[in-house]
């Protein structure tokens, strides 16, 4: 204090000219990842139980975040690309702050005890491509921004949560990358929106165990790269679309426990990838085909509690289970 009051004037010019000349500098670089560190400092602060203290342990300031458990960071801009932090027993929120975090690709928070709102801010993250929620307390509707708009998206698990609402109307209309949607084991209601078609590199589509009602949409039946489809457990009505039988790589087909009717289209007897279809306890009638030699790949198909009449030819599946429906084998 003494020596810098009795400093020449010259001198402190001086300083305050090489402080600025640093501040500038520096700024530019330095800003972005003190933003990271900022965005973490506010993670942690919004856990309320650390129970192994991990973070407590290790997310320390006199250290680079870089270093922090669970925290990877770029080679080149020493951003935060990765937060994986599954099955850290942490309890608590997540930040908004997270929002901030530009350069994240990954943010697993999956298998901890976090409530609350998934933050709507995480829709900010352009580079963000795979999220997993999953076995959480997750509360509220899952952010429209995030089902909507985000386009480096390709996997996002936020499956054994108890998120409700609606899914918007206007899903996909910029997630062009998206491959994996789960959402099972939530509570989430309404239509399943026409607009999915337009995530049209969809592999894996997982709705089961939630209160969907409606119609299954038929744009279900472009969605063309499907491999699973489960949307058990739910309220749906109507047909089986059609469509889904010209969905030529699907293994897996789960529509079970829903309130469908009518008949089972012929067209999914020609899925020759199909590994297993599961259409049990809903209102379906009518007659299979005699023959379901097309099926190839089929090792278990559940018709049970179903409405189905009408006999079966030979079907060399492994697992086969229409008991409680009106067939009989074709001698
Ligand atoms: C950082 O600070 C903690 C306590 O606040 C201390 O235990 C630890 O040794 C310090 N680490 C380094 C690298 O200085
Ligand atoms: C996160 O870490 C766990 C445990 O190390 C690992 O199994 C999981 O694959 C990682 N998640 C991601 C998205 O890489
Ligand atoms: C980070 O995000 C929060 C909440 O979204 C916002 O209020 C804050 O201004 C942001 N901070 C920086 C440094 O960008
Ligand atoms: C999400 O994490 C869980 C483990 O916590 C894992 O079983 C699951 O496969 C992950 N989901 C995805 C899409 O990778
Ligand atoms: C999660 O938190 C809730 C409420 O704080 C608590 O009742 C529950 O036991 C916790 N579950 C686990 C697995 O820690
Ligand atoms: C969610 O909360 C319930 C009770 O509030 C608790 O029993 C359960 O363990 C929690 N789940 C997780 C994954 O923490
Ligand atoms: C989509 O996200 C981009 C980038 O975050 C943003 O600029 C744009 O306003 C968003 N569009 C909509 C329709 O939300
Ligand atoms: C969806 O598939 C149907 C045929 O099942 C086709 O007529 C229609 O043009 C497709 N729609 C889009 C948007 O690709
Ligand atoms: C869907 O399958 C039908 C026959 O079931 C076929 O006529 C139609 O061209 C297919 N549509 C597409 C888009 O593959
Ligand atoms: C099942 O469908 C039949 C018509 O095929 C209808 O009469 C009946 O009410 C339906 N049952 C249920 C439980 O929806
Ligand atoms: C089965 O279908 C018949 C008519 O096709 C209908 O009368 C009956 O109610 C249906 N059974 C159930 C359990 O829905
Ligand atoms: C039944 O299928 C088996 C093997 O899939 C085949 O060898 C047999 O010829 C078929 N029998 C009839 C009557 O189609």
Not at 98 to 114: A, C, E, K, P, Y
Request: overall charge neutral; aromatic content about 8%.
């Amino acid at each position: 204090m003494e020596t810098s009051f009795l400093l020449p004037f010259s001198l402190m010019l001086l300083i305050t000219t090489l402080n600025i000349f640093f501040t500038l500098t520096l700024s530019a670089t330095l800003t972005d990842s003190t933003t990271d560190q900022d965005a973490l400092l506010e993670f942690k602060n919004a856990i309320t139980v650390d129970t192994n203290g991990v973070l407590s342990n290790s997310w320390l300031t006199n250290s680079s975040i870089c270093e922090w458990a669970g925290v990877t960071c770029g080679v080149k801009h020493h951003r935060v690309t990765a937060l994986n932090l599954s099955n850290f027993a942490l309890h608590g929120k997540l930040t908004p702050h997270l929002g901030n975090l530009t350069f994240l690709q990954t943010l697993d928070v999956s298998s901890n005890n976090f409530t609350g709102v998934l933050p709507t801010e995480l829709s900010k993250l352009h580079r963000l491509k795979h999220v997993n929620a999953t076995s959480n307390n997750f509360t509220g509707e899952v952010p429209r921004g995030i089902l909507t708009n985000m386009s480096s998206l390709e996997d996002i698990d936020l499956r054994y949560n108890k998120l409700s609402g609606e899914l918007p109307s206007d899903i996909c209309n910029n997630t062009p990358k998206l491959k994996r949607l789960f959402l099972s084991i939530n509570q989430i209601y309404g239509k399943i929106p026409r607009n999915i078609y337009k995530c049209s590199k969809m592999e894996e589509l997982k709705l089961s165990r939630n209160m969907f009602n409606g119609n299954i949409p038929t744009q279900v039946g472009n969605l063309s790269m499907l491999t699973y489809l489960s949307i058990s457990y739910n309220d749906l009505q109507g047909d089986i679309p059609r469509q889904i039988g010209n969905l030529s790589s699907l293994l897996g087909l789960d529509l079970a426990s829903n309130k469908l009717a009518g008949n089972i289209p012929y067209s999914l007897f020609d899925l020759s990838s199909l590994e297993f279809m599961h259409l049990s306890r809903n209102n379906l009638s009518g007659s299979i085909p005699t023959n379901l030699d097309n099926l190839r790949n089929l090792q278990t198909l559940d018709l049970t509690m179903d409405n189905l009449t009408g006999e079966w030819n030979n079907l060399s599946s492994t697992h086969l289970s229409l008991v409680h429906n009106w067939l009989s084998t074709f001698a």
